[in-house]
Nanobody
Framework: QVQLVESGGGLVRDGDSLRLSCAAS????????MGWYRQTPEKQRELVAS???????NYADSVKGRFTISRDNAKNTVFLQMNSLKPEDTAVYYC???????????????WGQGTQVTVSS
């Protein structure tokens, strides 16, 4: 069984920083892309940032220059450093990973349980 466990959300003020972490656990062969999505009651889930196994990154325009995604492949963990947070960043943040259970299997998509980030003005 593969699990993604997130941590690091919370309540902060406009301009503050937070760091989210997401660790993959269980039995699997390898992890390909990892990423962070966010969702509010008013919006569909949207991509915030993603990172390939080789370290190539992609960001939503709304977070470029403020958020940084990184990963520690030895610990099967992905991070999201969020700086200069704004009230509009308030959302539930979900970790996402494409994981191969066995070497010759196609990767499957897994989601974390979500962590709330609230930015007050």
């Amino acid at each position: 069984q593969v699990q993604l466990v997130e941590s690091g959300g919370g309540l902060v003020r406009d301009g503050d920083s937070l760091r989210l972490s997401c660790a993959a656990s269980g039995t699997f062969s390898s992890i390909a892309d990892m990423g962070w999505y966010r969702q509010t009651p008013e919006k569909q889930r949207e991509l915030v940032a993603s990172i390939t196994g080789g370290g190539n990154t992609n960001y939503a325009d709304s977070v470029k220059g403020r958020f940084t995604i990184s990963r520690d492949n030895a610990k099967n963990t992905v991070f999201l450093q969020m700086n200069s947070l704004k009230p509009e960043d308030t959302a539930v943040y979900y970790c996402n990973a494409k994981i191969k259970r066995r070497p010759f299997y196609s990767p499957s998509t897994y989601w974390g349980q979500g962590t709330q980030v609230t930015v007050s003005s």
